[in-house]
């Protein structure tokens, strides 16, 4: 069993960055041209937009665009998009959100994020690291273009500060599909389910193709501290998150380790990105995956899944306002190799 407590969770993501590289070669023959890596920043990022003092009038986010990979791929294949957002320096509680919006010969959007805190706030909230990691299929031949964003408003009435570096990359081109050649991934639709006593949302049911010896699983849990109903009064929401995965088909087919942490989320952080990952052998026969995140409550306020986002700007802007697109946030998917 994985055990990542709140102030282990750089730990979490450096698993993550080690699996990038198990999931094969980047910089391949029909890459070759291609930017497959950006790293950005350190960049300060002003006048954060503050909270209006009327509550009848929307919030305003800034979003910036912070770095843009691209590569050729075919129709009908994989890529595995990775990225890296470090937040730090911040002088108000702000909302830190990693976007990466992807387009051309695929599209996917998806949003990780959470408030981090300035001093003299919990250490571990004050320097945080939002990982947004996803697969993407190509429809058509072509280039696929990735871009990444920050999205980012202050809770205070006061215009906000912060400093922010990280990294986007393709951690591979050619991700193994199911027999139907669908990328092995699942997200939650739009709506954030409560979570009185436990969900088990996202799931993944799927058949791989034979010749593959193990399988790596991923899933990123967006957690709300409070679902609006009961009223939350506590000011904090404690809640276990499970990713348990099992494969069948064959003889002795194997389970993965189960990957489990517990998060704590007080009012101030009000919402966080929660990491999960683990790795299953495939034994002959075995392809027959079933893989799901349980999450459950353990004290305080009633949580909520976090599933898609809907009506957000494209640029900075309110909530709703035109152009805008929705983007994932709780997801579950897999790599095989």
């Known amino acids: 069993m994985t055990k990542t407590l709140r102030w282990m969770r750089p730990v979490a993501f450096s698993i993550a960055v080690v699996m990038t590289g198990f999931v094969g070669v980047v910089a391949d023959a029909t890459s070759a041209a291609a930017t497959i890596s950006q790293d ?30 691209d590569t050729p791929m075919a129709a ?52 945080i690291r939002i990982v947004t990691r996803f697969l993407v299929s190509a429809t058509t031949s072509g280039t696929l273009t990735c871009k990444l964003y920050l999205r980012t408003a202050s809770t205070s009435y006061e215009a906000g500060r912060e400093t922010v570096e990280g990294t986007l990359r393709f951690a591979s081109t050619s991700v193994g ?34 010749g593959y010896s193990r399988l790596a699983v991923i899933a990123d849990v967006e ?20 990713l348990t995965v099992t494969t069948s088909g064959g003889t002795g087919c194997a389970s993965a380790p189960v990957a489990q942490t517990e998060e704590t989320v007080a009012t101030g952080v009000n919402h966080a990105a929660v990491p999960l990952y683990t790795i299953v052998p495939l034994g002959p026969g075995c392809t027959h995956v079933h893989a799901q995140v349980t999450t459950t409550h353990l004290a305080g306020d ?17 909530s709703g306002s035109s152009p805008n697109h929705t983007s994932a946030m709780t997801h579950l998917f897999a790599v095989p190799s």
Do not use: W
Not at 181 to 209: E, F, H, Y
């Open 177 to 210: 599909e199911d027999v139907n050649g669908l990328a092995v991934q699942k997200s939650l639709p739009v709506g954030n389910p409560a979570v009185i006593s436990s969900i088990t949302a996202p799931v993944i049911d799927r058949t791989l193709p034979s």
């Open 302 to 318: 009633v949580g909520s899944v976090g599933g898609a986002a809907a009506g957000l700007t494209d640029s900075t802007g309110q």
């Open 76 to 127: 009908g294949s994989t890529a595995y998009v990775y990225s890296e957002l470090r937040a730090y320096n911040a002088d108000q509680v702000n909302l830190i959100d990693n976007e990466v919006r992807c387009a051309g010969a695929g599209a996917s959007n998806v949003v990780m994020g959470e408030n981090m805190l300035p001093p003299p706030g919990d250490p571990a909230h004050r320097d």
């Open 223 to 242: 957690y709300h501290r409070c679902a609006g109903n009961p009223a939350c009064a506590y000011g904090y929401s404690k809640a276990r998150f499970t």
């Open 40 to 69: 950005f920043g350190p960049v300060v990022i002003t006048d954060v937009p503050p909270t209006p003092r009327d509550p009848d009038l929307p919030a305003t986010q800034k979003v910036v665009h912070l770095a843009t990979v």
